[in-house]
Protein backbone atom coordinates (compact mmCIF):
# COMPACT_ATOMS: atom_id res chain seq x y z
CA UNK A 1 0.00 0.00 0.00
CA UNK A 2 2.74 2.32 0.87
CA UNK A 3 3.52 4.83 -1.29
CA UNK A 4 3.07 4.11 -5.10
CA UNK A 5 4.27 7.37 -6.92
CA UNK A 6 3.05 8.88 -10.34
CA UNK A 7 -0.16 9.91 -11.21
CA UNK A 8 -2.32 6.68 -11.22
CA UNK A 9 -1.16 5.90 -7.66
CA UNK A 10 -2.53 9.33 -6.69
CA UNK A 11 -5.39 8.98 -8.57
CA UNK A 12 -6.14 5.63 -6.47
CA UNK A 13 -5.01 7.15 -3.25
CA UNK A 14 -7.47 9.91 -3.78
CA UNK A 15 -10.38 8.01 -4.45
CA UNK A 16 -9.41 5.34 -1.69
CA UNK A 17 -9.64 8.54 0.80
CA UNK A 18 -12.87 9.29 -0.95
CA UNK A 19 -14.05 6.05 -0.39
CA UNK A 20 -13.15 6.26 2.79
CA UNK A 21 -14.36 9.29 4.22
CA UNK A 22 -18.02 7.90 2.56
CA UNK A 23 -17.42 4.91 4.28
CA UNK A 24 -16.80 7.28 7.52
CA UNK A 25 -20.27 8.57 6.72
CA UNK A 26 -22.50 5.85 6.01
CA UNK A 27 -21.53 3.91 9.29
CA UNK A 28 -19.68 1.56 7.00
CA UNK A 29 -16.42 1.65 8.11
CA UNK A 30 -17.41 1.80 11.87
CA UNK A 31 -18.94 -1.68 11.52
CA UNK A 32 -16.24 -2.87 9.83
CA UNK A 33 -14.28 -1.93 12.32
CA UNK A 34 -16.38 -3.19 15.17
CA UNK A 35 -16.31 -6.66 13.89
CA UNK A 36 -13.33 -6.70 12.85
CA UNK A 37 -12.09 -5.81 16.80
CA UNK A 38 -15.03 -8.76 17.30
CA UNK A 39 -13.53 -11.06 15.20
CA UNK A 40 -9.85 -10.22 16.49
CA UNK A 41 -10.95 -10.75 20.16
CA UNK A 42 -10.22 -14.84 19.15
CA UNK A 43 -6.52 -14.08 18.38
CA UNK A 44 -6.17 -11.69 21.62
CA UNK A 45 -7.63 -14.71 23.72
CA UNK A 46 -5.54 -17.25 21.89
CA UNK A 47 -2.15 -14.98 23.05
CA UNK A 48 -3.73 -14.12 26.45
CA UNK A 49 -4.59 -17.94 27.28
CA UNK A 50 -0.64 -18.71 25.96
CA UNK A 51 0.71 -15.81 27.70
CA UNK A 52 -1.41 -16.63 31.24
CA UNK A 53 -0.21 -20.11 31.29
CA UNK A 54 3.46 -19.44 30.71
CA UNK A 55 3.60 -16.80 33.26
CA UNK A 56 1.82 -18.80 35.78
CA UNK A 57 4.02 -21.64 35.44
CA UNK A 58 7.28 -19.78 35.77
CA UNK A 59 8.64 -21.35 38.61
CA UNK A 60 8.41 -25.10 37.98
CA UNK A 61 9.66 -24.02 34.43
CA UNK A 62 12.29 -22.85 36.07
CA UNK A 63 12.98 -25.73 38.70
CA UNK A 64 12.14 -28.54 37.14
CA UNK A 65 12.88 -27.35 33.04
CA UNK A 66 12.19 -30.56 30.74
CA UNK A 67 12.60 -33.12 34.37
CA UNK A 68 8.54 -31.61 34.84
CA UNK A 69 7.43 -34.15 31.69
CA UNK A 70 9.67 -37.15 32.12
CA UNK A 71 9.53 -37.14 36.60
CA UNK A 72 7.85 -40.22 37.93
CA UNK A 73 6.99 -38.53 41.55
CA UNK A 74 4.08 -36.50 42.25
CA UNK A 75 4.68 -35.31 45.54
CA UNK A 76 3.21 -31.70 47.08
CA UNK A 77 4.55 -32.15 50.24
CA UNK A 78 8.33 -32.29 49.44
CA UNK A 79 8.08 -30.27 46.75
CA UNK A 80 8.52 -32.69 44.28
CA UNK A 81 6.53 -32.51 40.46
CA UNK A 82 7.17 -35.57 38.00
CA UNK A 83 4.31 -35.65 35.33
CA UNK A 84 4.78 -38.59 33.77
CA UNK A 85 2.30 -40.34 35.49
CA UNK A 86 -0.44 -37.55 34.70
CA UNK A 87 0.58 -38.15 30.30
CA UNK A 88 0.89 -41.53 30.74
CA UNK A 89 -2.77 -42.08 32.09
CA UNK A 90 -4.01 -39.32 29.51
CA UNK A 91 -2.17 -41.13 26.76
CA UNK A 92 -3.08 -44.64 27.56
CA UNK A 93 -6.93 -44.22 28.12
CA UNK A 94 -6.90 -42.11 24.88
CA UNK A 95 -5.40 -44.21 22.71
CA UNK A 96 -7.96 -46.92 24.80
CA UNK A 97 -10.60 -44.82 23.52
CA UNK A 98 -9.50 -44.48 19.86
CA UNK A 99 -9.09 -48.50 19.96
CA UNK A 100 -13.02 -48.86 20.87
CA UNK A 101 -14.39 -45.85 19.56
CA UNK A 102 -12.75 -45.87 15.72
CA UNK A 103 -14.30 -49.21 14.70
CA UNK A 104 -17.65 -48.64 16.30
CA UNK A 105 -17.78 -45.00 14.89
CA UNK A 106 -16.63 -46.00 11.42
CA UNK A 107 -18.69 -48.76 10.95
CA UNK A 108 -21.45 -47.12 12.32
CA UNK A 109 -20.94 -44.23 9.84
CA UNK A 110 -20.71 -46.88 6.82
CA UNK A 111 -24.52 -47.56 7.98
CA UNK A 112 -25.74 -44.39 7.73
CA UNK A 113 -24.15 -43.03 4.59
CA UNK A 114 -24.27 -46.65 2.12
CA UNK A 115 -26.66 -48.56 3.59
CA UNK A 116 -29.83 -46.77 5.85
CA UNK A 117 -33.02 -44.99 3.84
CA UNK A 118 -32.22 -41.61 4.13
CA UNK A 119 -35.06 -41.44 6.50
CA UNK A 120 -33.61 -43.44 9.15
CA UNK A 121 -30.27 -42.20 8.78
CA UNK A 122 -31.67 -39.22 9.16
CA UNK A 123 -33.13 -40.05 12.16
CA UNK A 124 -30.59 -41.55 13.79
CA UNK A 125 -27.98 -38.98 12.94
CA UNK A 126 -30.19 -36.54 15.22
CA UNK A 127 -30.06 -39.14 18.18
CA UNK A 128 -26.11 -39.18 17.79
CA UNK A 129 -26.16 -35.61 17.61
CA UNK A 130 -27.93 -35.21 21.22
CA UNK A 131 -25.32 -38.03 22.13
CA UNK A 132 -22.60 -35.35 21.11
CA UNK A 133 -24.41 -32.89 23.55
CA UNK A 134 -25.24 -34.91 26.81
CA UNK A 135 -22.62 -33.05 29.03
CA UNK A 136 -19.76 -35.00 30.46
CA UNK A 137 -20.59 -35.07 34.27
CA UNK A 138 -23.86 -37.16 33.10
CA UNK A 139 -21.37 -39.64 31.20
CA UNK A 140 -19.38 -39.64 34.64
CA UNK A 141 -22.25 -40.16 36.92
CA UNK A 142 -23.32 -43.00 34.54
CA UNK A 143 -19.37 -44.41 34.37
CA UNK A 144 -19.27 -44.51 38.02
CA UNK A 145 -22.63 -45.78 39.02
CA UNK A 146 -22.50 -48.36 36.21
CA UNK A 147 -20.24 -49.04 34.33
CA UNK A 148 -17.36 -49.21 37.02
CA UNK A 149 -19.76 -51.69 39.26
CA UNK A 150 -20.38 -53.77 35.77
CA UNK A 151 -16.06 -54.19 35.42
CA UNK A 152 -15.93 -54.97 38.54
CA UNK A 153 -18.19 -57.73 38.59
CA UNK A 154 -18.37 -59.52 35.43
CA UNK A 155 -16.00 -57.16 32.86
CA UNK A 156 -12.69 -57.36 34.31
CA UNK A 157 -13.02 -61.30 35.89
CA UNK A 158 -14.19 -62.20 32.39
CA UNK A 159 -10.93 -60.32 30.64
CA UNK A 160 -8.43 -62.14 33.26
CA UNK A 161 -9.78 -65.56 32.66
CA UNK A 162 -9.75 -65.04 29.16
CA UNK A 163 -7.27 -62.19 27.92
CA UNK A 164 -5.33 -62.53 31.59
CA UNK A 165 -1.76 -63.92 30.22
CA UNK A 166 -1.31 -60.38 28.68
CA UNK A 167 0.15 -57.86 31.40
CA UNK A 168 -2.68 -55.47 29.96
CA UNK A 169 -5.35 -57.99 31.74
CA UNK A 170 -3.60 -58.85 35.30
CA UNK A 171 -3.60 -57.58 38.71
CA UNK A 172 -6.26 -56.85 41.48
CA UNK A 173 -9.77 -55.75 39.93
CA UNK A 174 -11.14 -52.32 41.05
CA UNK A 175 -13.40 -51.15 38.59
CA UNK A 176 -12.50 -48.03 38.68
CA UNK A 177 -8.85 -47.71 36.40
CA UNK A 178 -7.68 -46.89 33.24
CA UNK A 179 -9.79 -49.17 31.27
CA UNK A 180 -12.90 -47.46 32.67
CA UNK A 181 -11.35 -44.24 32.29
CA UNK A 182 -11.14 -45.49 28.40
CA UNK A 183 -14.61 -47.01 27.86
CA UNK A 184 -16.43 -43.78 28.82
CA UNK A 185 -14.00 -41.84 26.71
CA UNK A 186 -14.94 -43.83 24.07
CA UNK A 187 -18.47 -43.20 24.37
CA UNK A 188 -18.17 -40.05 24.34
CA UNK A 189 -15.93 -39.29 21.05
CA UNK A 190 -17.83 -41.71 19.10
CA UNK A 191 -20.42 -39.26 17.82
CA UNK A 192 -17.91 -37.32 17.10
CA UNK A 193 -16.13 -39.88 14.63
CA UNK A 194 -19.63 -40.98 13.30
CA UNK A 195 -21.12 -37.57 12.38
CA UNK A 196 -18.00 -35.93 10.74
CA UNK A 197 -17.06 -39.82 9.00
CA UNK A 198 -20.73 -40.16 7.67
CA UNK A 199 -20.71 -36.29 6.10
CA UNK A 200 -17.19 -37.76 4.41
CA UNK A 201 -18.33 -40.52 3.26
CA UNK A 202 -21.51 -38.98 1.90
CA UNK A 203 -19.58 -36.35 0.02
CA UNK A 204 -17.70 -39.53 -2.18
CA UNK A 205 -19.34 -39.22 -5.70
CA UNK A 206 -21.94 -41.88 -6.68
CA UNK A 207 -20.15 -42.83 -9.66
CA UNK A 208 -17.08 -44.00 -7.43
CA UNK A 209 -19.78 -46.73 -6.22
CA UNK A 210 -21.24 -47.31 -9.46
CA UNK A 211 -18.38 -47.91 -11.33
CA UNK A 212 -17.04 -50.38 -8.48
CA UNK A 213 -20.71 -51.65 -8.37
CA UNK A 214 -20.46 -51.96 -12.32
CA UNK A 215 -17.63 -54.45 -11.92
CA UNK A 216 -18.90 -56.40 -10.18
CA UNK A 217 -18.23 -55.39 -6.66
CA UNK A 218 -20.41 -56.84 -4.01
CA UNK A 219 -21.99 -53.48 -1.97
CA UNK A 220 -19.54 -54.41 0.88
CA UNK A 221 -16.39 -54.63 -1.20
CA UNK A 222 -17.49 -51.67 -3.47
CA UNK A 223 -17.50 -49.67 -0.08
CA UNK A 224 -14.39 -50.88 1.81
CA UNK A 225 -12.17 -50.97 -1.29
CA UNK A 226 -13.18 -48.13 -2.99
CA UNK A 227 -15.45 -45.65 -0.74
CA UNK A 228 -13.82 -45.83 2.11
CA UNK A 229 -10.18 -45.53 1.35
CA UNK A 230 -11.41 -42.43 -1.19
CA UNK A 231 -12.84 -41.27 2.51
CA UNK A 232 -9.97 -42.34 4.47
CA UNK A 233 -7.97 -38.85 4.83
CA UNK A 234 -11.21 -37.47 5.91
CA UNK A 235 -11.81 -40.38 8.37
CA UNK A 236 -8.47 -39.97 9.54
CA UNK A 237 -9.28 -36.48 10.68
CA UNK A 238 -12.38 -37.12 12.26
CA UNK A 239 -9.99 -39.56 14.96
CA UNK A 240 -8.18 -36.74 15.12
CA UNK A 241 -10.56 -34.46 16.06
CA UNK A 242 -11.69 -37.14 18.64
CA UNK A 243 -8.47 -38.16 19.83
CA UNK A 244 -8.53 -34.37 20.63
CA UNK A 245 -11.42 -34.51 22.62
CA UNK A 246 -10.67 -37.34 24.34
CA UNK A 247 -7.43 -35.79 25.91
CA UNK A 248 -8.75 -32.86 26.94
CA UNK A 249 -12.00 -34.37 28.50
CA UNK A 250 -11.89 -33.78 31.99
CA UNK A 251 -15.39 -34.78 34.22
CA UNK A 252 -15.94 -38.10 32.96
CA UNK A 253 -12.56 -39.67 33.17
CA UNK A 254 -11.75 -37.71 37.09
CA UNK A 255 -14.63 -39.56 38.01
CA UNK A 256 -13.82 -43.24 37.14
CA UNK A 257 -10.26 -43.32 36.50
CA UNK A 258 -9.17 -43.84 40.17
CA UNK A 259 -6.96 -41.01 40.68
CA UNK A 260 -3.82 -42.61 41.71
CA UNK A 261 -0.61 -41.49 39.90
CA UNK A 262 1.40 -44.57 39.33
CA UNK A 263 2.45 -45.84 35.97
CA UNK A 264 1.77 -49.70 35.91
CA UNK A 265 1.23 -51.81 32.83
CA UNK A 266 -2.46 -53.17 33.66
CA UNK A 267 -5.36 -51.32 32.62
CA UNK A 268 -7.01 -52.76 35.92
CA UNK A 269 -5.04 -50.51 37.97
CA UNK A 270 -6.22 -47.29 38.72
CA UNK A 271 -4.44 -44.37 37.17
CA UNK A 272 -4.63 -40.50 36.61
CA UNK A 273 -4.99 -38.57 33.90
CA UNK A 274 -3.57 -34.70 33.33
CA UNK A 275 -7.14 -33.29 33.83
CA UNK A 276 -8.42 -34.97 36.02
CA UNK A 277 -4.93 -33.94 38.76
CA UNK A 278 -5.88 -30.68 37.65
CA UNK A 279 -9.29 -30.94 38.62
CA UNK A 280 -9.13 -32.48 41.73
CA UNK A 281 -6.22 -30.91 43.39
CA UNK A 282 -6.36 -27.34 41.67
CA UNK A 283 -8.79 -25.72 44.71
CA UNK A 284 -6.61 -27.98 47.24
CA UNK A 285 -3.24 -26.75 45.78
CA UNK A 286 -1.31 -24.88 48.80
CA UNK A 287 1.61 -23.27 48.40
CA UNK A 288 3.10 -20.94 44.88
CA UNK A 289 4.96 -24.10 43.37
CA UNK A 290 1.97 -26.46 43.86
CA UNK A 291 -0.31 -24.35 41.93
CA UNK A 292 1.95 -23.32 39.46
CA UNK A 293 2.53 -26.93 38.53
CA UNK A 294 -0.84 -27.78 38.41
CA UNK A 295 -0.65 -24.92 35.61
CA UNK A 296 1.89 -26.28 33.80
CA UNK A 297 -0.24 -29.44 33.21
CA UNK A 298 -2.41 -26.84 31.81
CA UNK A 299 -0.05 -25.84 29.20
CA UNK A 300 1.19 -29.38 28.92
CA UNK A 301 -2.15 -30.52 27.91
CA UNK A 302 -2.97 -27.13 26.08
CA UNK A 303 0.03 -27.95 23.81
CA UNK A 304 -0.79 -31.44 23.30
CA UNK A 305 -4.55 -30.76 21.92
CA UNK A 306 -3.64 -27.48 20.12
CA UNK A 307 -1.06 -29.71 18.20
CA UNK A 308 -3.56 -32.61 17.59
CA UNK A 309 -6.32 -30.46 16.54
CA UNK A 310 -4.10 -28.39 14.35
CA UNK A 311 -3.02 -31.52 12.32
CA UNK A 312 -6.93 -32.80 12.02
CA UNK A 313 -7.84 -28.68 10.86
CA UNK A 314 -5.28 -28.48 8.39
CA UNK A 315 -6.24 -32.22 7.18
CA UNK A 316 -9.85 -30.86 7.03
CA UNK A 317 -9.05 -27.44 5.39
CA UNK A 318 -6.98 -29.37 2.56
CA UNK A 319 -9.31 -32.00 1.73
CA UNK A 320 -12.31 -29.37 1.74
CA UNK A 321 -10.27 -27.45 -0.97
CA UNK A 322 -9.79 -30.43 -3.18
CA UNK A 323 -13.13 -31.00 -3.12
CA UNK A 324 -14.91 -27.66 -3.57
CA UNK A 325 -13.85 -27.84 -7.01
CA UNK A 326 -16.98 -30.15 -7.72
CA UNK B 1 -16.41 -70.31 -8.67
CA UNK B 2 -19.89 -70.79 -7.03
CA UNK B 3 -18.71 -71.36 -3.43
CA UNK B 4 -16.25 -67.87 -3.59
CA UNK B 5 -19.75 -65.77 -4.65
CA UNK B 6 -21.16 -67.36 -2.16
CA UNK B 7 -18.88 -66.40 0.34
CA UNK B 8 -18.36 -63.02 -1.25
CA UNK B 9 -22.29 -62.78 -0.34
CA UNK B 10 -21.52 -63.88 2.99
CA UNK B 11 -18.90 -61.08 3.77
CA UNK B 12 -21.70 -58.40 2.33
CA UNK B 13 -24.33 -59.60 4.58
CA UNK B 14 -22.13 -59.88 7.64
CA UNK B 15 -20.00 -56.89 7.33
CA UNK B 16 -23.28 -55.11 6.69
CA UNK B 17 -24.84 -56.36 9.51
CA UNK B 18 -22.08 -55.46 11.93
CA UNK B 19 -21.98 -51.79 10.96
CA UNK B 20 -25.98 -52.20 11.72
CA UNK B 21 -24.77 -53.55 14.81
CA UNK B 22 -22.80 -50.43 15.54
CA UNK B 23 -25.26 -48.02 14.60
CA UNK B 24 -27.91 -49.41 17.02
CA UNK B 25 -25.26 -49.58 20.09
CA UNK B 26 -24.92 -46.12 19.36
CA UNK B 27 -28.21 -44.96 19.44
CA UNK B 28 -28.94 -47.36 22.30
CA UNK B 29 -26.93 -45.60 24.22
CA UNK B 30 -28.17 -42.58 24.70
CA UNK B 31 -31.67 -44.31 25.15
CA UNK B 32 -30.17 -45.91 28.43
CA UNK B 33 -28.31 -43.29 29.28
CA UNK B 34 -32.28 -41.18 29.79
CA UNK B 35 -33.65 -43.88 30.53
CA UNK B 36 -31.36 -44.85 33.27
CA UNK B 37 -31.64 -41.36 34.76
CA UNK B 38 -35.21 -40.73 34.44
CA UNK B 39 -35.55 -44.24 36.47
CA UNK B 40 -33.24 -42.93 39.10
CA UNK B 41 -33.40 -39.61 39.16
CA UNK B 42 -37.45 -39.49 38.48
CA UNK B 43 -37.85 -40.91 42.33
CA UNK B 44 -35.72 -38.21 43.69
CA UNK B 45 -36.97 -35.13 42.02
CA UNK B 46 -39.73 -33.27 43.75
CA UNK B 47 -41.30 -29.44 43.69
CA UNK B 48 -38.93 -29.21 46.67
CA UNK B 49 -36.03 -30.42 44.99
CA UNK B 50 -36.29 -27.40 42.66
CA UNK B 51 -37.27 -24.69 45.10
CA UNK B 52 -35.47 -25.50 48.86
CA UNK B 53 -31.53 -24.87 49.23
CA UNK B 54 -29.41 -28.08 50.17
CA UNK B 55 -29.91 -29.75 53.57
CA UNK B 56 -26.42 -30.79 55.67
CA UNK B 57 -26.10 -34.54 55.19
CA UNK B 58 -27.98 -37.05 57.23
CA UNK B 59 -31.15 -34.27 56.87
CA UNK B 60 -33.79 -35.41 54.49
CA UNK B 61 -35.65 -33.04 51.74
CA UNK B 62 -33.59 -30.18 50.42
CA UNK B 63 -33.08 -29.10 47.39
CA UNK B 64 -30.92 -27.37 44.55
CA UNK B 65 -32.47 -24.11 43.87
CA UNK B 66 -29.42 -22.47 44.18
CA UNK B 67 -27.59 -24.40 41.86
CA UNK B 68 -30.62 -23.93 39.44
CA UNK B 69 -30.56 -20.44 39.95
CA UNK B 70 -26.88 -20.42 39.62
CA UNK B 71 -26.31 -22.10 36.36
CA UNK B 72 -28.71 -19.27 35.15
CA UNK B 73 -26.43 -16.72 36.09
CA UNK B 74 -23.53 -18.33 34.46
CA UNK B 75 -25.17 -19.15 31.46
CA UNK B 76 -26.43 -15.23 31.44
CA UNK B 77 -23.49 -13.60 32.42
CA UNK B 78 -21.81 -15.92 29.84
CA UNK B 79 -23.91 -15.18 27.18
CA UNK B 80 -23.82 -11.24 27.40
CA UNK B 81 -20.26 -11.34 27.10
CA UNK B 82 -19.63 -14.06 24.09
CA UNK B 83 -22.59 -13.92 22.37
CA UNK B 84 -22.30 -10.47 21.20
CA UNK B 85 -18.78 -11.01 19.81
CA UNK B 86 -19.11 -13.92 18.65
CA UNK B 87 -22.09 -12.64 16.35
CA UNK B 88 -20.39 -9.52 15.29
CA UNK B 89 -17.26 -11.98 15.01
CA UNK B 90 -19.20 -13.85 12.39
CA UNK B 91 -20.76 -10.89 10.53
CA UNK B 92 -16.85 -9.73 10.14
CA UNK B 93 -15.74 -13.12 8.66
CA UNK B 94 -19.06 -13.53 6.55
CA UNK B 95 -19.37 -9.90 5.46
CA UNK B 96 -16.39 -8.00 5.58
CA UNK B 97 -13.40 -10.53 5.54
CA UNK B 98 -10.67 -10.46 3.01
CA UNK B 99 -8.60 -13.46 2.35
CA UNK B 100 -6.15 -13.89 4.62
CA UNK B 101 -7.00 -12.54 7.61
CA UNK B 102 -10.09 -14.19 8.13
CA UNK B 103 -8.84 -17.78 7.67
CA UNK B 104 -6.20 -17.23 10.47
CA UNK B 105 -9.12 -16.27 12.73
CA UNK B 106 -11.58 -19.05 11.50
CA UNK B 107 -8.39 -21.11 12.17
CA UNK B 108 -7.93 -20.59 15.75
CA UNK B 109 -11.43 -20.15 16.24
CA UNK B 110 -11.45 -23.47 15.75
CA UNK B 111 -8.24 -24.31 17.63
CA UNK B 112 -9.72 -22.20 20.31
CA UNK B 113 -12.72 -24.59 20.20
CA UNK B 114 -10.70 -27.90 20.70
CA UNK B 115 -8.96 -26.00 24.06
CA UNK B 116 -9.93 -28.59 26.87
CA UNK B 117 -12.86 -27.23 29.06
CA UNK B 118 -10.18 -27.08 32.09
CA UNK B 119 -7.33 -25.06 30.79
CA UNK B 120 -10.29 -22.72 29.95
CA UNK B 121 -11.27 -22.47 33.28
CA UNK B 122 -6.88 -22.08 34.02
CA UNK B 123 -7.53 -19.23 32.09
CA UNK B 124 -10.17 -17.77 33.85
CA UNK B 125 -8.45 -18.24 37.40
CA UNK B 126 -5.41 -16.69 36.27
CA UNK B 127 -7.22 -13.18 35.17
CA UNK B 128 -10.30 -12.93 37.75
CA UNK B 129 -10.09 -14.99 40.73
CA UNK B 130 -5.98 -14.46 41.23
CA UNK B 131 -6.47 -11.19 40.70
CA UNK B 132 -10.09 -10.52 42.99
CA UNK B 133 -8.33 -13.44 45.46
CA UNK B 134 -11.81 -15.28 45.65
CA UNK B 135 -14.09 -17.16 43.23
CA UNK B 136 -16.70 -15.59 41.91
CA UNK B 137 -20.16 -16.10 39.39
CA UNK B 138 -18.27 -13.05 37.50
CA UNK B 139 -14.94 -15.65 36.72
CA UNK B 140 -17.24 -18.38 36.07
CA UNK B 141 -19.41 -16.56 33.65
CA UNK B 142 -15.83 -15.28 32.24
CA UNK B 143 -14.86 -18.82 31.68
CA UNK B 144 -17.97 -20.12 29.70
CA UNK B 145 -18.20 -16.84 27.66
CA UNK B 146 -14.78 -17.25 26.54
CA UNK B 147 -15.74 -20.79 25.74
CA UNK B 148 -18.81 -19.75 23.81
CA UNK B 149 -17.09 -16.99 21.17
CA UNK B 150 -15.65 -19.49 18.76
CA UNK B 151 -18.67 -21.33 18.50
CA UNK B 152 -20.60 -18.24 18.00
CA UNK B 153 -18.46 -16.85 15.32
CA UNK B 154 -18.26 -19.98 13.21
CA UNK B 155 -22.15 -20.53 13.41
CA UNK B 156 -22.97 -17.39 12.91
CA UNK B 157 -20.91 -17.04 9.91
CA UNK B 158 -21.97 -20.10 8.15
CA UNK B 159 -26.09 -19.17 8.43
CA UNK B 160 -24.87 -15.84 7.02
CA UNK B 161 -23.11 -17.72 4.11
CA UNK B 162 -26.51 -19.09 3.19
CA UNK B 163 -27.42 -16.08 2.58
CA UNK B 164 -27.98 -15.37 -1.50
CA UNK B 165 -26.19 -12.80 -2.87
CA UNK B 166 -28.48 -11.25 -4.49
CA UNK B 167 -30.61 -9.81 -1.59
CA UNK B 168 -26.92 -8.43 -0.76
CA UNK B 169 -27.31 -7.05 -4.12
CA UNK B 170 -30.76 -5.70 -3.50
CA UNK B 171 -30.32 -4.09 -0.57
CA UNK B 172 -27.33 -2.21 -1.96
CA UNK B 173 -28.79 -1.41 -4.85
CA UNK B 174 -31.53 0.23 -3.01
CA UNK B 175 -29.06 2.66 -1.80
CA UNK B 176 -28.51 1.49 1.47
CA UNK B 177 -24.92 1.37 2.96
CA UNK B 178 -23.53 -1.93 3.71
CA UNK B 179 -23.99 -2.31 7.07
CA UNK B 180 -27.41 -1.24 6.91
CA UNK B 181 -27.52 -4.00 4.55
CA UNK B 182 -26.02 -6.45 6.72
CA UNK B 183 -28.39 -5.45 9.47
CA UNK B 184 -31.48 -4.80 7.88
CA UNK B 185 -31.66 -7.41 5.09
CA UNK B 186 -28.78 -10.32 5.20
CA UNK B 187 -28.96 -10.77 9.14
CA UNK B 188 -32.86 -10.66 9.13
CA UNK B 189 -32.44 -13.65 6.21
CA UNK B 190 -30.29 -15.72 8.15
CA UNK B 191 -31.87 -15.20 11.85
CA UNK B 192 -33.23 -19.02 12.04
CA UNK B 193 -29.54 -20.27 11.47
CA UNK B 194 -27.69 -17.81 13.52
CA UNK B 195 -30.46 -18.64 17.00
CA UNK B 196 -29.88 -21.69 15.76
CA UNK B 197 -26.37 -22.06 16.24
CA UNK B 198 -26.51 -19.94 19.40
CA UNK B 199 -28.92 -21.78 21.72
CA UNK B 200 -26.89 -24.93 20.85
CA UNK B 201 -23.80 -22.51 22.12
CA UNK B 202 -25.65 -22.11 25.30
CA UNK B 203 -26.41 -25.72 25.59
CA UNK B 204 -23.17 -27.03 24.95
CA UNK B 205 -21.41 -24.31 27.85
CA UNK B 206 -24.57 -25.03 30.19
CA UNK B 207 -23.38 -28.74 30.75
CA UNK B 208 -19.67 -27.67 31.47
CA UNK B 209 -18.87 -28.62 34.60
CA UNK B 210 -15.12 -28.42 34.55
CA UNK B 211 -14.48 -25.08 34.25
CA UNK B 212 -16.30 -24.18 37.19
CA UNK B 213 -14.56 -26.06 39.33
CA UNK B 214 -12.55 -23.52 40.61
CA UNK B 215 -14.00 -20.31 38.78
CA UNK B 216 -17.31 -20.22 40.34
CA UNK B 217 -16.68 -22.54 43.19
CA UNK B 218 -19.60 -24.12 44.84
CA UNK B 219 -21.48 -22.92 47.66
CA UNK B 220 -24.18 -24.39 49.91
CA UNK B 221 -26.59 -20.82 49.61
CA UNK B 222 -27.88 -18.31 47.83
CA UNK B 223 -25.37 -16.21 46.07
CA UNK B 224 -26.32 -12.41 45.70
CA UNK B 225 -24.81 -10.09 43.12
CA UNK B 226 -21.88 -11.43 41.28
CA UNK B 227 -18.74 -11.47 43.31
CA UNK B 228 -19.30 -14.44 45.47
CA UNK B 229 -18.59 -17.90 44.07
CA UNK B 230 -22.06 -19.77 43.31
CA UNK B 231 -23.37 -23.24 42.97
CA UNK B 232 -24.27 -24.80 39.58
CA UNK B 233 -25.69 -27.48 38.38
CA UNK B 234 -23.00 -29.42 36.63
CA UNK B 235 -20.82 -28.62 39.67
CA UNK B 236 -23.51 -29.88 42.00
CA UNK B 237 -24.03 -33.05 40.40
CA UNK B 238 -19.61 -33.72 40.58
CA UNK B 239 -19.57 -33.10 44.28
CA UNK B 240 -22.70 -35.14 45.05
CA UNK B 241 -21.77 -38.10 43.25
CA UNK B 242 -18.56 -38.29 44.59
CA UNK B 243 -19.59 -38.01 48.16
CA UNK B 244 -19.66 -41.08 50.00
CA UNK B 245 -23.68 -40.44 50.96
CA UNK B 246 -26.77 -42.43 49.81
CA UNK B 247 -28.87 -39.78 50.31
CA UNK B 248 -26.60 -36.92 48.07
CA UNK B 249 -26.26 -39.62 45.38
CA UNK B 250 -29.59 -39.59 45.16
CA UNK B 251 -29.78 -35.82 44.66
CA UNK B 252 -27.12 -36.03 42.23
CA UNK B 253 -29.07 -38.44 39.71
CA UNK B 254 -32.05 -35.63 40.18
CA UNK B 255 -29.47 -32.72 39.42
CA UNK B 256 -28.09 -35.41 36.64
CA UNK B 257 -32.01 -35.46 35.35
CA UNK B 258 -32.56 -31.80 35.63
CA UNK B 259 -29.16 -30.62 33.73
CA UNK B 260 -29.87 -33.38 31.00
CA UNK B 261 -33.36 -32.56 30.16
CA UNK B 262 -32.35 -28.76 30.00
CA UNK B 263 -29.42 -29.65 27.40
CA UNK B 264 -31.62 -31.87 25.42
CA UNK B 265 -34.72 -29.84 25.02
CA UNK B 266 -32.30 -26.83 23.89
CA UNK B 267 -31.12 -29.65 21.47
CA UNK B 268 -34.07 -30.50 20.40
CA UNK B 269 -35.55 -27.27 19.72
CA UNK B 270 -32.56 -25.61 18.16
CA UNK B 271 -32.45 -28.78 16.00
CA UNK B 272 -35.81 -28.81 14.62
CA UNK B 273 -36.21 -24.89 14.30
CA UNK B 274 -33.56 -25.73 11.55
CA UNK B 275 -34.91 -28.39 10.16
CA UNK B 276 -38.45 -26.12 10.01
CA UNK B 277 -36.49 -23.52 7.81
CA UNK B 278 -35.40 -26.23 5.17
CA UNK B 279 -38.70 -27.39 4.83
CA UNK B 280 -39.49 -24.44 2.44
Known sequence: MAGIPGPTGRAAATRRAHAFVQGLRSGDTFAHVATLLCAASILLVTVALVHQLFINSTSPIHKFGFRFLTGRTWDPVSGEFGALPFIYGTLVTSALALLVAVPLGVGAAIFLSELAPPRISNAMTFVIELLAAVPSVIYGLLGMFILVPFLRQYGEPFLKRTLGFLPLFQGPMYGVGMLAGGLILAIMVVPFIISLSREILMAVPVEQREAALGLGATKWESTWQVVVPYARIGILASVFLALGRALGETMAVTMVIGNDPRISASLFAPGYSIAAVIANEFTEATGNLYLQALIELGLVLFALTIVINGLARIVIISTAQKGSGH | ?280
Not at chain 2, 194 to 217: K, N, Q, S, W, Y
Open chain 2, 1 to 280: MLWRNYWRKFVNYFMFSMTGLCALATVGVLFFVLGYLVWHGGSSLSWAFLTHLPTPVGEAGGGMANAIVGTAKLLLLASAFGIPIGFLGGVYLAEFGGRLFPFVIRYTADLLNGVPSIVMGIFAYTIVVLPMKHFSTLAGGLALGVMMIPIAVRSTEEALRTVPLMLREGGLALGASKWRTIATVVVPAARKGIVTGIILDMARVAGETAPLLFTAFSNQFWSPGWNQPTASLPVMVYTYAISPYEDWHKQAWAAGLVLLTLVLVANVAARLFVSGRSAH
